[in-house]
């Protein structure tokens, strides 16, 4: 059995997953790069393989039981334990106005940035629990953060809708009530901060890289490290 660090990062074709799994391979860990789309999760994999950063591909959608429990059992049979998972997979949802939105708008957000969550976590608890030193990031957001949701000098400059936030706000529970029911495991939750992504249409002044910093830290921590805390690049912040 490799004595190599053994973690995987869902919604990895792109982005802040890329840039997290380019960056814990870089540490000589072994690294699953997780993504629903196979040719674009390949795609990934093969160009960091050009920059030199080896990783694994792994066909993993977070909203199918099926698809999360067959990357479980493909992590298993090659290595029989995971280290570090984590939950980077989510999407921006509609940004339709509070008083025009129905529940039917917001599911696949909430299937994706909250059921997938826990999806993912429940299929791999059997495997973190094989590792001596096994860590989940919670990868979140300030906007689910009701105190800096109504900071005056947040408030106005953030788009009011209920999907994403309201996903991002149940996230943040999840990861304190994982953090109080699972002592022996590291769970963190983190904002990357204001990063040029997709979800804000590239909008975003801090870089990819300073948007994994946060997430790098907590997967890289210590066995005596904080648990079922909410992080930025900077230190702790409000939930």
Same mark, same amino acid.
């Given at each position: /059995?490799?004595?190599?660090?053994?973690? =995987?990062?869902?919604?990895?074709?792109? *982005?802040?997953?890329?840039?997290?799994?380019?960056?814990? &391979?870089?540490?000589?860990?072994?690294?699953? =790069?997780?993504?629903?789309?196979?040719? +674009?999760?390949?795609? &990934?994999?093969?160009? =960091?393989?050009?920059?030199? $950063?080896?990783?694994?591909?792994?066909?993993?959608?977070?909203?199918?039981?099926?698809?999360?429990?067959?990357?479980?059992?493909?992590?298993?049979?090659?290595?029989? +334990?995971?280290?570090?998972?984590?939950?980077?997979?989510?999407?921006?949802?509609? +940004?339709?106005?509070?008083?025009?939105?129905?529940?039917?708008? =917001?599911?696949?957000?909430?299937?994706?940035?909250?059921?997938?969550?826990?999806?993912?976590?429940?299929?791999?608890?059997?495997?973190?629990?094989? !590792?001596?030193?096994?860590?989940?990031? /919670?990868?979140? !957001?300030?906007? *689910?953060?009701?105190?800096?949701?109504?900071?005056?000098?947040?408030?106005?400059?953030?788009? $009011?809708?209920?999907?994403?936030?309201?996903?991002?706000?149940?996230?943040?529970?999840?990861?304190? /009530?994982?953090?109080?029911?699972?002592?022996?495991?590291?769970?963190?939750?983190?904002?990357? *901060?204001?990063? &040029?992504?997709?979800?804000?249409?590239? !909008?975003?002044?801090?870089?990819?890289?300073?948007?994994?910093?946060?997430?790098?830290? /907590?997967?890289?921590?210590?066995?005596?490290?904080?648990?079922? *805390?909410?992080?930025?690049?900077?230190?702790?912040?409000?939930?």
């Amino acid at each position: /059995m490799t004595e190599a660090t053994i973690a =995987l990062v869902t919604g990895a074709n792109k *982005g802040l997953g890329r840039e997290t799994a380019r960056r814990l &391979a870089g540490l000589g860990w072994e690294v699953f =790069l997780a993504a629903r789309d196979a040719e +674009r999760g390949a795609g &990934a994999v093969a160009e =960091l393989a050009e920059e030199g $950063v080896h990783t694994r591909f792994i066909a993993l959608d977070v909203t199918s039981d099926e698809s999360v429990a067959a990357a479980a059992d493909a992590v298993k049979s090659q290595f029989g +334990r995971l280290d570090v998972l984590v939950n980077n997979a989510g999407i921006g949802g509609p +940004r339709t106005d509070p008083a025009d939105t129905r529940p039917d708008d =917001l599911r696949e957000v909430f299937e994706t940035n909250v059921f997938g969550q826990v999806r993912v976590t429940h299929a791999f608890l059997p495997l973190l629990r094989a !590792s001596d030193h096994p860590r989940i990031v /919670m990868v979140s !957001s300030g906007i *689910g953060s009701i105190a800096v949701i109504t900071d005056p000098k947040v408030r106005d400059i953030v788009p $009011v809708a209920l999907g994403y936030p309201t996903t991002k706000a149940a996230l943040n529970m999840l990861t304190t /009530m994982y953090a109080a029911a699972l002592p022996d495991i590291r769970i963190n939750a983190v904002d990357p *901060g204001y990063t &040029a992504t997709d979800i804000n249409g590239r !909008s975003g002044f801090q870089t990819i890289t300073e948007g994994t910093d946060a997430i790098v830290r /907590m997967a890289t921590i210590a066995p005596d490290g904080p648990t079922g *805390g909410f992080f930025d690049r900077n230190g702790t912040i409000s939930w």
